[in-house]
């Protein structure tokens, strides 16, 4: 079909406001190509279409369309993310769901919020927090990410340990199958007991099954006082030592974060913060627990004292405010920023048992000193559920094409390490674009198969979010 054909349906469909077309003149090119891509810098955006509907009967209208007339459709979100989602480069529809941001309802009585799937996840936070309530899914990315992008990708964050992923809070979704058609999984209610729950297939599906329109989300009490611990660590090995010494405290541990000394050298350049210690350390590791009265707040200062006698860290510092909490949280939270615009990354997104994290690091360093001489390498993220984001830095004489050329070829050596050792792949970015023709280092030919079969049950055209995971 023409575009102009297309345009002048959709417009027909949901109206002349919510339609825009390359080089309309209601963005300059730079903005439109915007919508059209995430985090990753391999694809660029290659479509001509964006759509901007405002309720689940617009996107429905749209889909409906799609399905009727062979188009496919990608769904965008903050595009926050890092494993190619979210690209439309093959001439595909972007519906973006900015503008479905509202507040829908909200339950006193169970403590659950619904609301559009667009809605930015730092203001989900607040209208949760003014109710008096508190929604636990947190990341770096929170001020641009969508809900609805977290829920497709089944996002992880700072705080698992304590509070799981984000699909431990999702108690009902709205969705439109790439068939148009609107389907509304449990609503608002805990125990439904009627058969095969069917919007556990739509979180992490990463779109490629239908598009979220609206959320219904679990909110729980807020923690109390919450109480930092920042420390200087010498050895990997020591890392999860001090974790294991977790365990012997009664004191609720809301996350257990690391990073290496070059992480923290690039957030510094690129926040302007000062050190956080007189001497610099090899690892660094933030602790954060929620503290509810004095009793705890002793117990906060034997775990510091605990692992100094046993040396496994070489310094240590426990927030003495909210402001200091703060600072000490963009040590590990001002990482991705700080290396996703000044520098060309290639980032693997892993998780190990941490049983077996100790040998896979070992390995997996080996490796990458064989393969990426020269190279800068960050590595950080959320030890206490297992999840490591290794980042390898684009050397400035290297071009990207050349960079990305090479990480293709030693991909395949760090995805066989991390099969060794029973890990995952993926442990929250997603398969996206980047990761689909290595998904059989995690899954199964059997179960790639089951995956297709669902796909199609849902999607029978192939027209939703096409090329991603599959």
């Known amino acids: 079909m023409e575009n102009t054909k297309i345009q002048s349906d959709l417009t027909g469909l949901i109206g002349e406001k919510k339609v825009y077309f390359k080089n309309d003149g209601k963005f300059d090119e730079q903005t439109f190509n915007s919508y059209g891509i995430d985090r990753t810098k391999v694809y660029p955006a290659n479509y001509e279409i964006l759509l901007f509907p405002e309720t689940t009967e617009d996107v429905a209208k749209i889909v409906s369309y799609a399905y009727q007339n062979n188009l496919s459709v990608v769904p965008s979100g903050g595009r926050t993310g890092y494993a190619g989602g979210a690209v439309a480069k093959d001439k595909e529809i972007v519906i973006s769901l900015a503008k479905m941001n509202q507040v829908m309802d909200f339950d006193p009585f169970l403590g659950a919020l619904r609301v559009q799937a667009g809605m930015i996840t730092k203001n989900l936070h607040k209208e949760a927090e003014e109710r008096g309530f508190y929604f636990p899914v947190d990341f770096a990315a929170t001020g641009s990410s969508h809900i609805g992008g977290n829920i497709a990708t089944n996002a992880g964050g700072v705080r698992v340990v304590r509070y799981g992923l984000i699909r431990d809070w999702i108690l009902g979704l709205t969705v439109v ?75 609720p541990l809301l996350a257990f974060e690391f990073l290496t000394d070059y992480c923290l050298e690039k957030v510094k350049e690129h926040l302007g913060i000062p050190d956080p210690f007189p001497s610099p350390s090899k690892y660094y590791v933030l602790m954060e627990y929620e503290v509810a009265d004095g009793s705890e707040e002793e117990k906060l200062y034997s775990i510091l004292e605990s692992i100094t006698e046993k040396e496994l860290i070489t310094d240590g510092s426990v927030a003495q405010n909210t402001r200091q909490n703060e600072t000490f949280w963009k040590y590990r939270e001002g990482i991705s920023e700080s290396l996703s615009l000044a520098y060309t990354v290639h980032k693997n997104d892993i998780s190990l048992p941490l049983r077996n994290m100790e040998a896979f690091v070992t390995e997996m360093t080996a490796l990458l000193d064989s393969k990426y001489k020269g190279f800068s390498i960050a590595l950080f993220g959320h030890i206490g559920d297992g999840n490591l984001h290794l980042n390898i830095v684009k050397p400035k004489d290297l071009s990207d094409s ?26 929250e970015h997603g398969i996206g674009l980047l990761k689909k023709n290595y998904l059989n280092f995690s899954r199964s030919q059997s179960e790639i198969e089951s995956m297709r079969a669902i796909k199609a049950v849902f999607d029978p055209k192939g027209i939703m979010n096409p090329g991603k995971i599959l």
């Not at 960079?403 to 993926?426: A, N, R, W, Y």
């Open 177 to 251: 199958t790439g068939k148009g058609e609107v389907f509304e999984f449990n609503g608002e209610i805990l125990k439904n007991n009627t058969g095969y729950d069917l919007k556990h297939l739509f979180i992490g599906s990463e779109g490629t099954l239908g598009i979220i329109t609206e959320v219904v989300v679990k909110l729980t009490k807020p923690p109390k006082d919450i109480r930092v611990i920042f420390l200087a660590v010498p050895e990997y090995k020591n890392i999860l030592e001090i974790f294991k010494e977790t365990h012997k405290f009664d004191l």
């Open 402 to 427: 050349d960079f990305f050329q090479l990480c293709k070829q030693v991909d395949p050596e760090m995805f066989t390490l991390i099969q060794k050792h029973k890990g995952s792949i993926s442990a």
